[in-house]
């Protein structure tokens, strides 16, 4: 067992070494543009990014021509949410999304509601989830926009996104999903889900950083402006240079994700109960925020596990375990003192907010890891408390 060990894969994973190897040829020898096509260098590059564009596409049953590369989620969010309302015709709409979006939402929507847009944002229940009666209740002919991230990325709690599909469809409002944290953990068919535009991240699926996509619906067409100009590039969408290497990486990445990912959820969900069941018996005051995993294991992300410590502050408690590599929640606010805002909007407690701490499992974790977590973790929160 190497120390530190790692349960942060929710902040970013490593990447794979398949997808390394697949990259590795577009950094020096197929170095070519893909947008040059008066040559063989960039005609190989651009068939390289075609295949990349079909693996992405394939994984969440879309269309390649649907796929639009970015620099990862959070700029998929932004062109998404800002993207759509730049095409909005008349006086600012509204939007509806949910208070435990990840900044990369709520920012996009803050400043739109500095220029008059309103802004609906959902309050969860306990478990972090919203109730698609909530969505239908808001939906009016301003409706814009409904974004609501598929898997939250503090509690893993995952939202009813194929309901909240079906009522956007039948009121002609596009559905924008971040999923960020859900794309290689659990299924993603757009198609059955009934979203029309999903923000995909590379390094949270063993992809390199630097690199994502935004599915943009082709049938009907979302309409979307772009939001960075020069070139045209991506259907006009997204101008840039594209990174041929990390694009290939994306797609190797997604492609393994899907192979795997029932053998990966399911040895994840038997980690990350192990994990709860060792901690909650060591120190039977823990709290598990979000969904109960134990219950309802399919409306949680396998490997994602939030747990509160009644009478402890979690930078302390982080403080004291830097054999293991832990968060107290998003890795974009780590450096906040104030508490989280996902927690917050579930109404859990400031004091229990403050002591909460993030364990995130990926591939490459294992059982002994786990026990040696649960032990390090109870003989920290006991000396803390003493």
Request: aromatic share 4%; with cysteine; glycine share 8%.
């Amino acid at each position: 067992m190497r120390i530190p060990i790692y349960l942060d894969h929710n902040a970013t994973t490593p990447v794979d070494p398949d997808v390394l190897e697949a990259m590795l040829p577009y950094f020096q020898h197929q170095f070519g543009n893909p947008a040059s096509k008066t040559h063989r260098f960039g005609w190989d590059a651009d068939s390289a990014v075609d295949n990349a564009r079909e693996q992405i596409a394939t994984a969440i049953s879309a269309r390649s021509r649907e796929i639009i590369l970015t620099s990862g989620a959070t700029e998929s969010n932004n062109l998404a949410i800002l993207g759509v309302a730049t095409r909005h015709h008349g006086d600012p709409g509204e939007i509806i999304t949910c208070a435990t979006e990840h900044k990369a939402v709520l920012d996009p929507c803050r400043s739109l509601e500095q220029k008059g847009w309103k802004i609906h944002r959902l309050a969860p229940d306990r478990t972090g989830r919203i109730r698609p009666s909530q969505v239908e209740k808001l939906l009016s002919p301003h409706t814009a926009l409904v974004s609501v991230m598929a898997a939250n990325n503090e509690t893993g709690a995952l939202q009813p996104i194929a309901e909240i599909g079906a009522l956007t469809r039948a009121a002609s409002v596009p559905f924008h999903t971040d999923a960020a944290q859900a794309l290689g953990k659990i299924a993603i068919d757009v198609q059955a889900l009934g979203v029309d535009l999903l923000s995909i991240s590379g390094h949270k699926i063993y992809a390199p950083k630097g690199i994502g996509a935004l599915f943009v619906r082709s049938r009907p067409r979302v309409p979307i402006a772009p939001i960075q100009f020069g070139g045209g590039h991506e259907q006009g969408l997204r101008s840039g240079t594209i990174p041929v290497p990390l694009v290939v990486g994306l797609g190797t990445a997604l492609e393994i994700a899907e192979v795997s990912r029932e053998k990966n959820m399911a040895r994840e969900r038997t980690l990350a109960d192990r994990l709860w069941r060792g901690i909650s018996s060591a120190i039977p005051s823990a709290i598990l925020h979000g969904v109960d995993r134990l219950r309802e294991p399919s409306e949680t992300l396998p490997g994602t596990v939030n747990v509160g410590f009644p009478g402890i502050e979690a930078e302390a408690l982080l403080l004291g375990t830097p054999q293991i590599a832990l968060s107290s929640g998003s890795a974009c606010t780590s450096a906040e003192t104030e508490p989280s805002h996902v927690l917050r909007a579930m109404a859990v407690p400031a004091p229990i907010a403050h002591g909460s701490i993030r364990f995130s499992l990926g591939r490459s974790t294992r059982a002994e890891e786990v026990d040696y977590t649960i032990r390090l973790i109870a003989s920290v929160v006991n000396r803390l408390r003493g």
